[in-house]
């Protein structure tokens, strides 16, 4: 079945502890990026890959890094989280580039006390 | 900047009433726009892309249309089941370019009555 994964799908975690969020995608697609969607605000982009090895900023990249070293995953990293953190985060992925169907993953919610 | 509204943002109509969910945006020099579905604490799940070289496109009962000098882009709902109920939001692309990304409107959270 064709489809993105997310894991964790829930995270609770404290200020600071540096964590992972993994996202992977069976499709061969090459373009993937992070979403974070918050209430009143709506989804904005975090940081977005068109290919292996080339990753670029979203709207809203400050405390977050990604890594694409495989075409099939694009983990989101937050190095030292913070409350301001705590969010509904997906990740996505389109064929080509942004313009395509894009299939998001089913979310990641987490939480920093 | 592409800005993106979607009015209303909740909707209530009985079972069975066709319905329109409309989507504006400021920018008309988009590739394309997108219709994503999104249930409680779930992902997006996309409906409808349609390019900007056409007017409409349709997928069982939803039909969406697009009027890009205007800025603006309709679903419609034919024939409303409980199931319908979601929120559904409207995703023009940004620009012209390969890297353009989409922009996503705040959504229109639709409640269908049995």
């Known amino acids: 079945e064709a489809q993105v994964t997310q894991n964790p799908r829930y995270l609770i975690t404290v200020t600071g502890k540096k964590l992972t969020v993994t996202c992977s995608q069976n499709?061969?697609?090459?373009?993937m990026s992070w979403y974070r969607q918050d209430p009143g605000l709506g989804l904005r982009q975090i940081y977005y890959s068109m290919n292996v090895e080339v990753t670029d900023k979203g709207d809203v990249p400050e405390g977050y890094k990604v890594s694409r070293k495989e075409k099939r995953n694009f983990p989101l990293i937050l190095e030292s989280p913070s409350p301001n953190q705590t969010s509904l985060y997906f990740c996505?992925?389109?064929?080509?580039?942004?313009?395509?169907?894009?299939?998001f993953g089913p979310g990641t919610r987490l939480l920093v006390l | 900047k592409q800005e993106v509204t979607q009015i209303p943002a909740a909707l209530s109509v009985p079972e069975g009433e066709n319905l329109v969910l409309n989507c504006s945006f400021t920018d008309s020099a988009i590739y394309n726009l997108q219709w994503f579905r999104q249930d409680p604490g779930k992902g997006l799940t996309s409906l409808l892309l349609i390019q900007s070289s056409q007017r409409e496109q349709t997928s069982g009962r939803l039909n969406a249309s697009l009027d890009k000098s205007s800025g603006r882009s309709t679903l419609y709902i034919a024939a409303s089941q409980p199931g319908d109920s979601a929120t559904y939001l409207c995703a023009p692309s940004e620009g012209l370019n390969r890297d353009d990304k989409i922009i996503f409107g705040k959504g229109t959270r639709l409640h269908i009555l049995p």
């Open positions: 499709m061969n697609h090459e373009y």
């Open positions: 996505a992925s389109s064929i080509l580039d942004p313009r395509g169907t894009q299939y």
